[in-house]
């Protein structure tokens, strides 16, 4: 075995210590810590965290003191420079989990410094800044990645299995809905629910599922939403959003999918997250439910509110193996280190000369990539547009798409007067 001096390292950057990183960053790098990454294309490497970035450093802080006794030593950096201080370290990646509307500029910063970059979705809010970022990363040869961890979900991998092995045929229709209690937005995300909405925090998943899934031309898009309980009722802070997509197939058919999302649902509900899906197709029908799928446990004092009755255990679980070690796994986790993993083959998979190569490779593997995120961020730049236009009293409009521009119809002035 290598010492750790003779191993490879692809050295990793944070930006972003929020809930997304406890749950899903933490582990992955606790475990890679501990186990190291292994591929017989690029050999045994150490992935170090090796410094982050937030704004006010506070979480930071608390998880340096407790990394400590696990072997983990980062840089913390904090405030409106602290992107820039992160990049000054020798990164190979840096990974970015901060509310959605600070992503951008985040990810630009890290493709700008050569560094690859993965970030959570959505990606962008808008189709002119993943434009920018996919040139950015052609430019400078680096990979763009979005976290899209739905797509690993056990359920959902079964579902595209069946569509691309074509026993499930031509998509008619879908429905997907992601309840979240009131918590999510009253206390996880209270720092950035003002002027926002659940729809594009997390309708994107299954936008992502429908998109890559089914395939299709995304060509028109219409939503609505309610306020009032997280927001002022006349205002643009949202309580639940419906999603409507329509895309068009090559054979001409179109298929309609209807999204429903909300963080306004009771704390007392049984499930952190309610989560179904159905897709209807020519020869059959697909029914998917998150809850109902697991298990369900009663604990006194504990159940409904300080832990749920039933436990998404695919997503991000904690366990005592059989062996009496304790681990956190799940496809939540198992994103990261597929990316970690595709960085490492890029850099070390190979010869230098055929570095190119590899990254065509794995930037065609588009279950991930930035460049093939075009719809997804076309439907999430629709959607709030949409919102938007109802937040100043005109509800109602329909945003088409082409494949290259978004273009906004309003209905009758009138309606939007009165």
Excluded at 286 to 297: A, T
Aim: a neutral charge; hydrophobic letters at 40%; proline letters at 3%.
């Amino acid at each position: 075995m290598a010492s750790d001096s003779a191993r490879i390292q692809v050295r990793a950057g944070m930006v972003g210590m929020g809930m997304i990183f406890d749950e899903t960053y933490r582990p992955f790098f606790e475990n890679v810590k501990k186990r190291g990454l292994y591929d017989r294309s690029f050999g045994d490497v150490d992935v170090p965290l090796v410094a982050v970035a937030s704004k006010t450093g506070q979480r930071a802080d608390r998880y340096q003191k407790q990394a400590k006794s696990l072997g983990i030593e980062f840089q913390n950096f904090r405030g409106d420079t602290a992107v820039q201080e992160l990049l000054k370290q020798d990164l190979s990646f840096a990974c970015v989990a901060t509310p959605d509307n600070r992503h951008f500029e985040a990810s630009k910063a890290i493709l700008q410094a050569g560094v690859h970059l993965l970030v959570e979705k959505p990606s962008v809010l808008s189709l002119q800044e993943l434009d920018e970022l996919v040139a950015l990363a052609e430019e400078r040869s680096v990979l763009a990645r979005v976290v899209y961890h739905k797509l690993l979900d056990p359920d959902h991998k079964k579902l595209r299995t069946l569509v691309y092995d074509n026993v499930l045929q031509h998509v008619n229709n879908g429905y997907c809905s992601l309840l979240e209690p009131r918590q999510i937005s009253g206390a996880q995300f209270s720092e950035w629910i003002s002027g926002r909405n659940p729809g594009t925090y997390v309708a994107v998943h299954y936008i992502k599922l429908i998109d890559f899934t089914f395939g299709g031309r995304l060509k028109t898009i219409t939503c609505t939403g309610q306020r009032g309980i997280v927001g002022a009722a006349d205002g643009n802070t949202w309580d639940s959003v419906q999603l409507r997509l329509i895309y068009e197939y090559d054979s001409g058919r179109e298929a309609a999918f209807d999204i429903h999302t909300s963080w306004v649902a009771p704390d007392n509900f049984p499930g952190y997250v309610e989560q179904e899906v159905q897709f209807r197709f020519d020869n059959g029908v697909w029914n998917g439910h998150s809850r109902k799928r697991g298990v369900e446990v009663t604990v006194e004092n504990l159940t409904p509110i300080r832990m749920k009755n039933t436990i998404n255990n695919h997503y991000n679980g904690t366990f005592v193996e059989p062996w009496g070690e304790r681990s956190q796994r799940g496809y939540g986790v198992e994103v990261i280190d597929r990316f970690a993993r595709e960085v490492a083959f890029v850099e070390h998979g190979g010869s230098a000369a055929a570095r190119e190569e590899r990254l065509k490779f794995v930037r065609s593997l588009h279950y991930a990539d930035l460049a093939a995120d075009r719809q997804v961020v076309a439907a999430v730049q629709a959607m709030e547009m949409i919102l938007e236009q109802q937040a100043v009293g005109c509800p109602d409009c329909v945003v088409r798409y082409d494949g290259q521009q978004l273009q906004l119809l309003k209905p009758t002035q009138k309606i939007c007067e009165s």
